[in-house]
């Protein structure tokens, strides 16, 4: 099967070049050089105060700044449907407890049929519970529950011709719900995190995995990397699938530098070093890589792109 490089956008939809600019010429030059995918991130409001339990930061102290923009995913994503032509549409991701389910259900519907069928569903339980508390939501310890319970309500919504649906959190029934997604049997959905309740959650609705990989404390390594595949391979024939249906990604921030460095993080280094750690994962059967390349600004995204696609790409693809 043929490698595929995604990359997070996340620069163009939240900090100081965040806007329609940013949004759409990055998307576009993504396309262009061959990005299979391009991912943004969920947040709805920042809060000001916020305790320590982001999972993807040494001492889990939140990066967000509430004095800087947050372009919402899915209104992205809606107006990137229309500006590009072939590439996928993705969230890394969707926080799925923020939204009504419904209503949810029927932007990714819409979504997926106004992109020509190009929407993969990125889903994630969330962490942030001050964020929770501002949206008027009392369901954060049940978090996990209520997003397995939504993705299935989404299933069912976007594959049966009548609907019906009777959860602990909601309950559908007698409507008609169109259109539906372009893709069937419906858009792939990826689960985020690498937690052993999101393993599960893979197992019990998951198209595909994307944990965040060299952002610490959650470093996973390739020697990690494929303990956490084995895990996942247990769950999957305990929930009676076959353990190659689910597809797996790693997502880091990658940083090509022109000379070598002793020692180096993994993915930070030359284009023959970094081509190297790609293959160490390449060796444990992934072959869906996120990247997350640095920019200041339109310019030095751009080209951190450009310079990623056309001299590591090659190496290894």
Same mark, same amino acid.
């Given at each position: 099967?043929? @490698?595929?490089?995604?990359?997070?956008?996340?620069?163009?939809?939240?900090? %100081?070049?965040? =806007?329609?600019?940013?949004?759409?010429?990055?998307?576009?030059?993504?396309?262009?050089?061959?990005?299979?995918?391009?991912? &943004?991130?969920?947040?709805?409001?920042?809060?000001?105060?916020?305790? %320590?339990?982001?999972? $993807?930061?040494?001492?889990?102290?939140?990066? &967000?700044?509430?004095?800087?923009?947050?372009?919402?995913?899915?209104?992205?994503?809606?107006?990137?449907?229309?500006?590009?032509?072939?590439?996928?549409?993705? /969230?890394?991701?969707?926080?799925?407890? $923020?939204?009504?389910?419904?209503? !949810?259900?029927?932007?990714?519907?819409?979504?997926?049929?106004?992109?020509? =069928?190009?929407?993969?569903?990125?889903?994630?339980?969330?962490?942030?519970?001050?964020?929770?508390?501002?949206?008027?939501?009392?369901? &954060?310890?049940?978090?996990?529950?209520? !997003?397995? #319970? $939504?993705?299935?309500?989404?299933?069912?919504?976007? !594959?049966?011709?009548?609907? #019906?649906?009777? =959860?602990? $959190?909601?309950?559908?029934?007698?409507?008609?719900? @169109?259109?539906?997604?372009?893709?069937?049997?419906? +858009?792939?959905?990826?689960?985020? =995190?690498?937690?052993?309740?999101? @393993?599960?959650?893979?197992? @019990?609705?998951?198209?595909?995995? /994307? %944990?965040?990989?060299?952002? %610490?404390?959650?470093?996973?390594?390739? +020697?990690?990397?494929?303990?956490?595949?084995?895990?996942?391979?247990?769950?999957?024939?305990?929930?009676?699938?076959?353990?190659?249906?689910?597809?797996?990604?790693?997502?880091?921030?990658?940083?090509?530098?022109?000379?070598?460095?002793?020692?180096?993080?993994?993915?930070?280094? !030359?284009?023959?070093?970094?081509?190297?750690?790609?293959?160490?994962?390449?060796?444990?059967?992934?072959?869906?890589?996120?990247?997350?390349?640095?920019?200041?600004?339109?310019?030095?995204?751009? #080209?951190?792109?450009?310079?990623?696609?056309? #001299?590591?790409?090659?190496?290894?693809?």
């Amino acid at each position: 099967m043929d @490698l595929t490089f995604g990359c997070v956008l996340s620069q163009a939809a939240y900090g %100081p070049m965040a =806007g329609p600019t940013a949004i759409r010429t990055l998307a576009q030059r993504a396309e262009t050089l061959g990005f299979h995918t391009i991912w &943004f991130a969920d947040h709805i409001v920042i809060p000001r105060h916020v305790k %320590p339990f982001y999972p $993807y930061e040494a001492g889990g102290a939140s990066p &967000f700044d509430a004095a800087q923009p947050f372009y919402e995913p899915l209104s992205v994503l809606n107006f990137l449907a229309g500006c590009t032509e072939r590439i996928r549409l993705g /969230m890394h991701v969707l926080i799925i407890p $923020y939204r009504e389910p419904v209503f !949810t259900a029927k932007i990714l519907a819409t979504l997926d049929a106004l992109s020509g =069928g190009r929407l993969t569903l990125g889903a994630g339980a969330g962490w942030m519970e001050e964020e929770f508390a501002a949206l008027g939501l009392s369901n &954060f310890a049940e978090r996990g529950a209520v !997003t397995n #319970e $939504y993705l299935l309500l989404f299933k069912e919504l976007w !594959t049966k011709e009548n609907p #019906e649906f009777h =959860g602990k $959190y909601v309950k559908v029934s007698d409507v008609g719900f @169109l259109p539906k997604p372009i893709q069937r049997p419906h +858009p792939p959905i990826w689960i985020g =995190g690498h937690s052993p309740a999101e @393993l599960r959650r893979v197992a @019990l609705v998951g198209d595909g995995w /994307m %944990p965040i990989a060299l952002r %610490p404390p959650s470093l996973l390594r390739p +020697p990690e990397m494929e303990d956490k595949m084995a895990r996942l391979r247990r769950l999957l024939r305990d929930a009676g699938r076959a353990e190659d249906e689910v597809a797996i990604s790693v997502t880091a921030p990658v940083v090509v530098t022109k000379t070598l460095a002793s020692p180096r993080p993994l993915l930070h280094g !030359t284009p023959d070093e970094i081509a190297g750690d790609l293959r160490q994962y390449q060796a444990l059967g992934i072959r869906n890589f996120n990247v997350n390349l640095p920019g200041a600004d339109i310019a030095q995204q751009s #080209e951190a792109m450009d310079q990623f696609m056309r #001299e590591v790409v090659p190496l290894v693809a």
